[in-house]
């Protein structure tokens, strides 16, 4: 099983030079946390989370909707391929700490995102079915332990 059986198709996103005003209301329009980031060619460059637009607007004392996407982002992008399996997509979520991965083909363009919440609906989904071992419950409360584990201090 990959991640293309279990990724969100058709995932939200925003461009780069929108507002983080812009990116509160997709969140809330398609029940998300997180939205790819992505420039004028269409290439993934950045995520921006609910808490980037948060902490945005408290630090620079603004509301989200003077802040542009690119300020807030987070251009450190984690990301997947629609053909990795499902243990190289949550190895890659403990080991960075994001629940949530873009879907990118090889121009960096988005074709979806994976959550550790689509990989545990779809075990739910898988329950009893021989295909169920490429999804251990166990291994997704490890990858959600160790995504809550407190990073190290930032100097």
């Known amino acids: 099983m990959n991640v293309a059986d279990v990724m969100t198709r058709n995932a939200a ?12 209301q997709l969140m809330w329009d398609r029940d998300c946390g ?3 980031v992505i420039d004028d060619e269409g290439s993934v460059v950045g995520m921006i989370t609910d808490r980037d637009v ?3 607007a ?5 509301p989200p909707q003077e802040i542009f996407v690119s300020e807030a982002m987070s251009s450190d992008v984690q990301y997947c391929s629609a053909a990795d399996s499902i243990a ?7 080991v960075k700490q994001v629940r949530r991965l873009p879907v990118l083909d090889g121009r960096r ?6 959550s550790l919440a689509d990989i545990a609906r779809r075990g739910v989904q ?9 999804i251990a419950q166990d291994e997704i409360a490890a990858t959600l332990a160790t995504i809550c584990e407190p990073r190290p201090a930032r100097a």
């Open 109 to 114: 363009h988005l074709e979806g995102i994976v």
């Open 58 to 62: 408290w630090l620079q004392e603004r």
């Open 34 to 36: 997180a939205l790819p």
């Open 126 to 134: 898988l329950r009893g079915r021989p295909e169920a071992r490429e």
């Open 13 to 24: 996103h925003i461009r780069w030079n929108e507002t983080c005003g812009a990116a509160v």
């Open 88 to 94: 190289t997509a949550e190895e890659l979520m403990r």
């Open 54 to 56: 948060c902490i945005s």
